[in-house]
């Protein structure tokens, strides 16, 4: 591969790195080509992009980025694909359905929320992070939820009162 082409890569991966705020570092050799395309197919239906990187080529994209990343250069052994997504825990629960039938692909490093998870036993923590959009909706419901109440037991006690009037109009 000439330096140009690998200048391209890197260009392309860096992009990609400052682009999206959350990205998987995954092992997915073993796979056949038939599993790699469902693979594929499946992070295409949930917006994961999927990368297969070299880990020279991507270091240096890394290295490049805006993005504080320093903590990954350690996971880039082996094999490495890169998932990117706008969304911080779908690319978790999409590897954790996937290893389900077919044990791969393997997480080696995540970079989700402006923090670096390591290894296989973080996919767990990864699945119950909350996009922004998650937190900001429990923040609504939770200021919203005492309102509701003081309305409705407002709403009750006007019910109450109107049954009282109407009790005692009858009554004349």
């Known amino acids: 591969m000439k330096s140009t082409e690998k200048k391209v890569i890197i260009d392309n991966l860096k992009n990609q790195i400052d682009s999206y705020n959350h990205f998987y570092l995954t092992d997915i050799s073993g796979l056949n080509a038939a599993d790699t395309s469902d693979l594929r197919r499946l992070c295409f239906k949930q917006d994961v992009k999927l990368v297969v990187a070299k880990n020279t080529l991507l270091r240096k994209a890394l290295e490049s980025s805006e993005k504080n990343t320093e903590e990954l250069y350690d996971a880039l052994k082996g094999n490495t694909s890169v998932m990117f997504a706008e969304n911080g825990n779908v690319p978790a629960k999409l590897i954790k359905e996937f290893q389900k039938k077919h044990k791969k692909p ?3 490093a995540a970079f989700v929320e402006e923090s ?3 290894g296989e036993n973080q996919l767990d923590a990864l699945i119950a992070v909350k996009s922004k959009n998650e937190l900001i909706a429990d923040v ?3 200021l919203k939820s ?6 409705s037991q407002l709403q009750s006690g006007g019910n109450t009162i109107h049954g009282v009037l109407e009790t005692l109009k009858e009554r004349e």
């Open 106 to 108: 393997l997480l080696k």
């Open 116 to 118: 670096v998870y390591m």
């Open 140 to 142: 609504v419901a939770l």
């Open 146 to 151: 005492p309102m509701q109440t003081v309305l």
